[in-house]
């Protein structure tokens, strides 16, 4: 049984720590180390972090200055000693055989990365229902066709929980540190070096949706990273996949559907010179968008009436068109 390393970044987590620690602890997969970056929390989170390494001795704690997400992942990948890793956010949380399950792709298939569907949750209601999984029905993709679903958001994803992945990848291409949509930015590469990618069907990672998370909160101007996080994959499709107009297809869908959010954002803050340059850039991709049939209609009138105006776009978005 190999070890896997599961590492859980922790900032100011006090009151949802409890919930991603013990969903971990209580994993049917027990050759754990868990390893919990305590990036400088000015809350309790750090005590009750070495409460939880005195109780299970598979836990390490790492207390750092703050540094950010990506700095806590990468504090937790040089000092991991297991060469398979797993992330889970200190809010989230994973169903008891999510470990096991994502091994067991990985040892059927021969995959070089595996992983579960994240579900979005409104509540901490762990009930661990799902008892037993068929490993017949995961997807399993070459790192092209994995590639393309990863931008249009089928199958695979660029949430990096609930994937397994090798211990080199992340070695080899560490989270883009001082950044918003870090997980957008690197999932190209770490996909990229895999020759096979198995994912399974169930929804074992529970993503917890809070009211004080970025998506909720009022306007950050680092949600315009999001934008950087695009130029990346766009220098990468450029890379390795110049006449494939499939996966150009895909990531300039990724780019106006996706940054359609941003802009609901900038929209709020009056951003108004902002905005007509976003105007400007997704008026650039219709074709890929209007003629896409892997674009659903609604997401077609959205990019439609926002090209033909943002403020008529604002109006009919906040009344009829609300996600």
Same mark, same amino acid.
């Given at each position: 049984?190999?070890?896997?390393?599961?590492?859980?970044?922790v900032?100011?987590?006090?009151?949802?720590?409890?919930?991603?620690?013990?969903?971990?602890?209580? !994993?049917?997969?027990?050759?754990?180390?868990?390893?919990?970056?305590?990036?400088g929390?000015?809350?309790s989170?750090?005590?009750?972090?070495?409460?939880?390494?005195?109780?299970?001795?598979?836990?390490?704690?790492?207390?750092?200055?703050?540094?950010?997400?990506?700095?806590?992942?990468?504090?937790?990948?040089?000092n991991?000693?297991?060469?398979?890793?797993?992330?889970?956010d200190?809010?989230?949380?994973?169903?008891?055989?999510?470990?096991?399950?994502?091994?067991?792709?990985?040892?059927k298939?021969?995959a070089?990365?595996t992983? /579960? &569907?994240?579900?979005?949750?409104?509540?901490?209601?762990? $009930?661990? /229902?799902? !008892?037993?999984?068929?490993?017949?029905?995961?997807?399993?993709?070459?790192?092209?066709?994995?590639?393309?679903?990863?931008?249009?958001?089928?199958?695979?994803? &660029?949430?990096?929980?609930?994937?397994?992945y090798?211990?080199?990848?992340?070695?080899k291409?560490?989270?883009?540190?001082?950044?918003?949509?870090e997980?957008?930015?690197?999932?190209?590469?770490?996909?990229?070096?895999?020759?096979?990618i198995?994912i399974?069907?169930?929804?074992?990672?529970?993503?917890?949706?809070?009211?004080?998370?970025?998506?909720?909160?009022?306007?950050?101007?680092?949600?315009?990273?999001?934008?950087k996080?695009?130029?990346?994959?766009?220098?990468?499709?450029?890379?390795?996949?110049?006449?494939?107009s499939?996966m150009?297809?895909?990531v300039?869908?990724?780019y106006?559907?996706?940054?359609?959010?941003?802009?609901?954002?900038?929209? $709020?803050?009056?951003m108004?010179?902002?905005?007509?340059? !976003?105007?400007?850039?997704?008026?650039?991709?219709?074709?890929?968008?209007?003629?896409?049939?892997?674009?659903i209609?609604?997401?077609?009138?959205?990019?439609?009436?926002?090209?033909?105006?943002?403020?008529?776009?604002?109006?009919?978005?906040?009344?009829?068109?609300?996600?």
């Amino acid at each position: 049984m190999d070890k896997v390393a599961i590492i859980i970044p922790v900032y100011n987590a006090e009151e949802f720590l409890k919930y991603s620690v013990e969903s971990v602890l209580n !994993q049917t997969y027990s050759n754990l180390e868990i390893i919990l970056v305590n990036d400088g929390s000015k809350d309790s989170s750090g005590l009750l972090c070495d409460e939880y390494a005195e109780k299970d001795s598979r836990v390490k704690v790492i207390h750092k200055e703050n540094g950010g997400l990506s700095s806590a992942r990468n504090t937790g990948v040089k000092n991991a000693s297991a060469d398979w890793i797993m992330f889970l956010d200190s809010d989230d949380y994973y169903e008891k055989i999510t470990v096991d399950y994502l091994v067991k792709l990985r040892d059927k298939f021969n995959a070089d990365m595996t992983a /579960t &569907t994240v579900v979005e949750v409104r509540s901490y209601d762990v $009930k661990d /229902t799902l !008892q037993s999984v068929n490993l017949e029905e995961a997807s399993v993709l070459n790192r092209e066709t994995a590639l393309e679903e990863m931008f249009y958001g089928n199958i695979v994803g &660029t949430h990096v929980g609930g994937k397994l992945y090798k211990k080199e990848v992340l070695e080899k291409y560490p989270f883009p540190e001082g950044m918003l949509y870090e997980d957008l930015a690197c999932s190209y590469e770490h996909i990229n070096i895999c020759e096979k990618i198995a994912i399974g069907k169930h929804n074992l990672y529970k993503y917890y949706r809070r009211p004080g998370s970025i998506v909720n909160s009022k306007f950050n101007p680092k949600i315009l990273d999001f934008f950087k996080a695009m130029d990346c994959n766009f220098n990468y499709i450029e890379r390795d996949f110049p006449n494939n107009s499939s996966m150009r297809k895909a990531v300039n869908s990724r780019y106006v559907l996706n940054g359609l959010h941003v802009v609901n954002a900038m929209l $709020k803050s009056n951003m108004t010179k902002d905005l007509k340059k !976003q105007r400007k850039n997704f008026s650039k991709y219709w074709k890929d968008v209007l003629r896409n049939p892997r674009v659903i209609a609604k997401n077609k009138v959205k990019y439609g009436l926002f090209i033909m105006s943002p403020k008529i776009y604002d109006i009919v978005r906040t009344r009829y068109l609300k996600d």
